[in-house]
């Protein structure tokens, strides 16, 4: 994903393993582009290095001829370490490019302030690396933000940032290749490599908590926009009519679905203060959720996930969606009104789209955003290659 039809031909190898997993010579020239002379020189110092493995063939085949054998990355490859940012706290998770995690750790944040982010994340960064039992190759960070430029803040509402250049901060502090996605799009981009949307294109991921997020993969890239806003969904009209978000807009996606919308509703149906955590805790839906005077609030917010859903297979008729977030509980539990809603929205003459349930955590997300930095590691090898041989 992203921009490797650009990178240099070791590089692309790289990526391509790291996505696909162990190919023969033969599939990886063919699916790069790729001469077998020009193969064979970008994979032989990527062998030499320790970064990929030959395997031997299981069997000879039956007919005649030199059996092929496949490439695959190493294991340990490399460190990778993906850093998930919330209002309060700090979740990180250390990668291989293949995906399988080496390392996690989380901590309250001690501050708010940038500065103060970027010196705990440095800190952190030596310790994972040491738990890790190697050097750390770069960083992805993710939090609720829109991002620009990879590395530059443009607004991130639960930290209070603007225009913080935290990609430049974290590089300058740690030494390390730094990338920064929103966080949505980050875990789009790890579900796109790893997990249920490999292989899957168009992919698209919703995720519903705090907020409401959109994730989407056409042609094998993460859509991010052209102001890296793309997904943005929470504040979508869905009703002429009815609660009113933080913001003001009455009946949009963050009124009826996200967890503050929710525990809102909640408090006019109970006639006291809810809280969203007393709704959906850290295994999902509380028993306070279940309660069937809240049911017509919950449906209400799994038919405005369903309203988004729908919406998404129409303009864009992925082959799957993976729906997510801290509140996927009530899309479980209110299934019945979800799928309604997206069918209303879905084309007469489509296929009903394939929808699956993902459970959350925040160490998911994080490995989110440490898949974001597996192609720059790559370029990075690249560059090295070629200032050795130079």
């Known amino acids: 994903m992203g921009g490797a039809a650009n990178a240099g031909p070791a590089s692309r190898v790289l990526l391509r393993l790291a996505t696909a997993g162990a190919q023969t010579r033969t599939d990886l020239a063919d699916c790069l582009g790729l001469s077998a002379p020009t193969l064979t020189r970008a994979v032989r110092p990527l062998l030499d290095g320790g970064l990929l493995i030959e395997d031997e063939p299981a069997a000879a085949p039956a007919e005649s001829g030199r059996p092929p054998r496949s490439l695959r990355l190493a294991p340990r490859a490399a460190a990778l370490l993906g850093i998930k940012l919330t209002a309060d706290h700090l979740y990180a998770q250390v990668i291989d490019p293949l995906g399988s995690s080496l390392a996690e750790?989380?901590?309250?944040?001690?501050?708010?302030?940038?500065?103060?982010?970027?010196?705990q994340i440095a800190a952190l960064a030596s310790g994972l690396g040491a738990a890790a039992g190697s050097g750390l190759s770069g960083i992805g960070l993710s939090l609720g933000a829109s991002v620009v430029q990879g590395g530059t803040i443009a607004v991130a509402p639960f930290l209070g940032w603007r225009d913080v250049p935290i990609g430049a901060r974290l590089r300058e502090a740690t030494g390390l290749d730094t990338i920064v996605?929103?966080?949505?799009?980050?875990?789009?981009?790890?579900?796109?490599?790893?997990?249920?949307?490999?292989?899957?294109?168009?992919?698209?991921?919703?995720?519903?908590?705090?907020?409401?997020?959109?994730?989407?993969?056409?042609?094998?890239?993460?859509?991010?926009?052209?102001?890296?806003?793309?997904?943005?969904?929470?504040?979508?009209?869905?009703?002429?009519?009815?609660?009113?978000?933080?913001?003001?807009?009455?009946?949009?996606?963050?009124?009826?679905?996200?967890?503050?919308?929710?525990?809102?509703?909640?408090e006019e149906v109970l006639g006291r203060a809810v809280a969203p955590e007393e709704l959906i805790g850290p295994e999902g839906l509380t028993e306070l959720a279940l309660d069937p005077r809240l049911a017509g609030v919950l449906e209400t917010a799994a038919d405005a996930a369903g309203?988004?859903?729908?919406?998404?297979?129409?303009?864009?008729?992925?082959?799957?969606?993976?729906?997510?977030?801290?509140?996927?509980?009530?899309?479980?539990?209110?299934?019945?009104?979800?799928?309604?809603?997206?069918?209303?929205?879905?084309h007469w003459a489509a296929p009903p789209p394939r929808i699956l349930t993902r459970s959350f955590s925040f160490g998911e997300w994080a490995r989110g955003a440490a898949a974001l930095a597996v192609e720059p590691w790559t370029r990075a090898v690249e560059a090295g290659l070629r200032g050795s041989s130079a």
Do not use: K, Y
């Open 105 to 119: 750790a989380s901590a309250p944040l001690v501050s708010q302030d940038p500065d103060g982010v970027v010196e």
């Open 181 to 266: 996605s929103n966080d949505v799009r980050a875990f789009t981009h790890a579900e796109a490599w790893f997990g249920l949307g490999h292989g899957v294109d168009p992919f698209a991921l919703l995720t519903l908590g705090a907020g409401i997020g959109c994730g989407l993969v056409v042609g094998g890239r993460t859509i991010a926009g052209a102001h890296g806003a793309a997904g943005s969904v929470g504040h979508l009209p869905l009703a002429d009519s009815g609660p009113v978000c933080e913001m003001g807009h009455v009946g949009c996606a963050r009124a009826l679905a996200a967890a503050p919308g929710i525990a809102h509703q909640a």
């Open 307 to 346: 309203r988004i859903v729908g919406s998404i297979v129409a303009l864009i008729d992925p082959g799957v969606v993976v729906v997510s977030g801290e509140s996927v509980g009530l899309v479980d539990a209110h299934r019945e009104a979800f799928d309604a809603a997206v069918e209303r929205a879905r």
